[in-house]
């Protein structure tokens, strides 16, 4: 099976969006997808929860979410909101998700 690791970075919601949407396609065909939130990203999640984003929703119903960026989250001034979503936060690379992990595991890394 075809593993997938989507790392976005960009803070820009109709640059994430094109995150969600290939994500929910590829796990839709069969793939294993997750989604790491690192960098600027981490400020969307309040964002789609507010608007009520139905991709986003269906992102999370899916199970697609793997890991929000510690250290990126406290930077931006969202990580009390971030914790409080159940989506893990990870600061396993001083503070950072690491990469090395999913490489390890078999997946593609996307970053976007």
Known sequence: MKKVAFFAFRGEQMCFMHVLLNAIDMHEKGMEVKIIMEGE???????????????????????LFDCICKACSAKMGVLAYNERTGIPINGELNGHPSMTKFIEEGYEIITL
């Open 41 to 63: 990203s981490v400020k969307l999640i309040r964002e789609l929860e507010s608007k009520g984003n139905k991709s986003y929703e269906k992102a999370r119903e899916l199970n």
